[in-house]
């Protein structure tokens, strides 16, 4: 008798949602409860449910692209903007600050619009450049591995302090100090185009054209293809203007060191002479590095 009526009292707790039907499955819209709660010690306690989603698995991946593609990629555009503050800080001590009567001003401007420098940028680094206190202009002249040479633009505050960070990095990567190496390097000016879908025979056809010197086959900072016009110094606004109206799309155009002699190295010695320039690069006073450097083929 008593056991009859514990059974009732049981039954009279379970949810109606749990009562078993014959030859029939529980409907997906309906809930289910877990089995703890048929217990009468249990009922008073909530169970919640746990969803595991496969969308959550995706997070690691997603940081993972955010923390070796992206971050690398914002180092080396924050890098690349600060050389430019430096370029534009020279130009401004060499010319003043109005690209319309300063050339070289001119043309870095117009490098940091093909590089998508913000405009705040641009007029902050001319507005600093007006205000800063007197700096010095440096070029060290140096050997590295596998006996190529190389050019070392500095602006500094602080010559010494300079001196002996360009030194340090030298020393501890394959290199030395090296006077003469200006020698090996004419100041030229130098149009920069990409150099997809163009031939190296129609490459030289425009050169003549334009008014160019010689054209140059190498690869930019994302081993993109590109051609370099390169032209006297004070052609180069001809030049470029020459290659606009051919049709040709330009990249960059400003002046730079090129050298007269290429220094061929291996594989060793590339990779040593590229880990030189990576660390000197990287030097908060060094503005750029120009090198002779040929690789083996």
């Given at each position: 008798?008593?056991?009859?009526?514990?059974?009732?009292?049981?039954?009279?707790?379970?949810?109606?949602?749990?009562?078993?039907?014959?030859?029939?499955?529980?409907?997906?819209?309906?809930?289910?409860?877990?089995?703890?709660?048929?217990?009468?010690?249990?009922?008073?306690?909530?169970?919640?449910?746990?969803?595991?989603?496969?969308?959550?698995?995706?997070?690691?991946?997603?940081?993972?692209?955010?923390?070796?593609?992206?971050?690398?990629?914002?180092?080396?555009?924050?890098?690349?903007?600060?050389?430019?503050?430096?370029?534009?800080?020279?130009?401004?001590?060499?010319?003043?600050?109005?690209?319309?009567?300063?050339?070289?001003?001119?043309?870095?401007?117009?490098?940091?619009?093909?590089?998508?420098?913000?405009?705040?940028?641009?007029?902050?680094?001319?507005?600093?450049?007006?205000?800063?206190?007197?700096?010095?202009?440096?070029?060290?002249?140096?050997?590295?591995?596998?006996?190529?040479?190389?050019?070392?633009?500095?602006?500094?505050?602080?010559?010494?302090?300079?001196?002996?960070?360009?030194?340090?990095?030298?020393?501890?990567?394959?290199?030395?100090?090296?006077?003469?190496?200006?020698?090996?390097?004419?100041?030229?000016?130098?149009?920069?185009?990409?150099?997809?879908?163009?031939?190296?025979?129609?490459?030289?056809?425009?050169?003549?054209?334009?008014?160019?010197?010689?054209?140059?086959?190498?690869?930019?900072?994302e081993e993109q293809p590109i051609l370099q016009f390169i032209c006297d110094m004070t052609d180069l606004r001809k030049v470029r203007a020459s290659l606009v109206e051919l049709?040709?799309?330009?990249?960059?155009?400003?002046?730079?060191?090129?050298?007269?002699?290429?220094?061929?190295?291996?594989?060793?010695?590339?990779?040593?002479?590229?880990?030189?320039?990576?660390?000197?690069?990287?030097?908060?006073?060094?503005?750029?590095?120009?090198?002779?450097?040929?690789?083996?083929?």
């Amino acid at each position: 008798m008593a056991g009859s009526v514990v059974r009732r009292a049981l039954c009279s707790l379970r949810p109606q949602s749990l009562t078993a039907v014959p030859g029939r499955f529980l409907s997906p819209v309906e809930p289910v409860v877990p089995l703890a709660v048929q217990f009468p010690s249990w009922r008073s306690s909530p169970v919640r449910s746990l969803q595991l989603l496969c969308a959550l698995c995706a997070g690691h991946n997603k940081w993972s692209k955010v923390k070796h593609i992206k971050g690398p990629k914002d180092e080396a555009r924050g890098k690349m903007f600060m050389k430019f503050g430096m370029l534009i800080k020279i130009a401004v001590k060499e010319g003043g600050s109005n690209p319309e009567m300063n050339l070289n001003l001119a043309h870095i401007l117009e490098q940091c619009r093909g590089k998508n420098m913000p405009k705040a940028s641009v007029e902050a680094a001319i507005k600093s450049a007006e205000k800063a206190k007197p700096a010095t202009q440096h070029m060290f002249e140096a050997r590295g591995p596998g006996g190529c040479l190389l050019l070392i633009e500095v602006l500094t505050e602080n010559n010494s302090r300079s001196q002996q960070d360009i030194r340090r990095l030298l020393n501890k990567n394959g290199g030395m100090l090296s006077d003469g190496a200006r020698h090996n390097f004419n100041r030229r000016g130098v149009v920069v185009v990409p150099g997809q879908n163009l031939s190296m025979e129609r490459a030289l056809e425009l050169a003549i054209e334009a008014g160019a010197e010689d054209v140059k086959e190498t690869e930019d900072e994302e081993e993109q293809p590109i051609l370099q016009f390169i032209c006297d110094m004070t052609d180069l606004r001809k030049v470029r203007a020459s290659l606009v109206e051919l049709g040709m799309q330009i990249t960059s155009a400003g002046l730079e060191f090129v050298p007269r002699t290429l220094s061929s190295l291996d594989q060793d010695q590339l990779n040593a002479a590229s880990t030189l320039i990576e660390a000197l690069t990287d030097s908060p006073d060094v503005v750029r590095v120009w090198d002779n450097i040929q690789a083996d083929s």
